[in-house]
């Protein structure tokens, strides 16, 4: 791991009373690929919500590049270089793919060196005939694309992807691993992402965090995971 980007220190999250995060400490470094895994409910999108700020109450400190982010809303983390791709997509339907990317490039802020439309049409292949239809048109994989070729296009220093391969066929997870690891390697992009599709979250981080009723129970490598069978039984069977 590099110089270390994203610090939590003892996240306890909240939707009104309810009690979703407990004590959640990790770090993502520069350009790291890290995995959060668990069953459904465990706690995984909330965690990027909360980093996010959009969305839960969220006590403890969150620090990116050693600043503490504190009540710093998602807008202005846009800015200093996160960005959420989040699981319902959000794309906008009335508007074409082009321009869906434009209109995220507007909201990374000044002074950043924004790749130009084709660069990024280049790195999700399966857009390059897409440009000028509406995103209400397009497939649920073709959308999903759309929804992470839109946070590539902010070349945020870290992205957060939550739940990317949720009702997509295998050949369209195949081609969007593929295009996730190329995307992050071109633009020098850290990753944070939240999936229940385990060989997904195997092609695209180096490190995995085990989630369960909003705590962690597992964090290393994939060689350290693999040894530890009995957690995978226990948090991750259905």
Not at 5 to 24: D, K, R, S, V
Not at 202 to 221: K, L, M, N, W
Not at 224 to 229: G, H, I, K, L, T
Request: some cysteine; proline content about 4%; glycine content about 10%.
């Amino acid at each position: 791991m590099g110089s270390i980007m994203l610090e939590l220190n003892g996240i306890e999250a909240f939707y009104g009373q309810a009690h979703i995060l407990h004590g959640i400490s990790l770090a993502v470094g520069e350009g790291e690929r890290v995995a959060i895994v668990g069953r459904n409910g465990a706690g995984k999108s909330t965690l990027l919500k909360s980093v996010m700020n959009a969305g839960p109450k969220v006590r403890g400190e969150i620090r990116f590049d050693g600043m503490s982010l504190g009540t710093i809303s998602a807008c202005d983390r846009t800015r200093r270089g996160m960005t959420l791709v989040p699981e319902d997509r959000r794309i906008f339907t009335h508007i074409t793919v082009a321009e869906n990317i434009r209109l995220a490039q507007h909201g990374a802020g000044p002074g950043r060196d924004l790749p130009a439309l084709d660069e990024v049409i280049r790195a999700f292949p399966i857009l390059k005939d897409l440009t000028q239809r509406p995103g209400g048109q397009l497939s649920g994989g073709q959308q999903q694309i759309l929804a992470v070729a839109r946070g590539i296009a902010t070349r945020p220093r870290l992205m957060l992807l939550d739940e990317p391969t949720e009702g997509l066929a295998p050949v369209i997870v195949e081609s969007l691993a593929q295009e996730v690891i190329t995307a992050c390697d071109r633009f020098g992009i850290a990753l944070l992402l939240a999936e229940q599709n385990l060989w997904f979250a195997r092609q695209c981080a180096t490190q995995v965090v085990i989630i369960d009723s909003g705590q962690i129970v597992f964090s290393g490598d994939w060689a350290a995971f693999d040894a530890s069978a009995e957690l995978v039984e226990r948090y991750l069977a259905v």
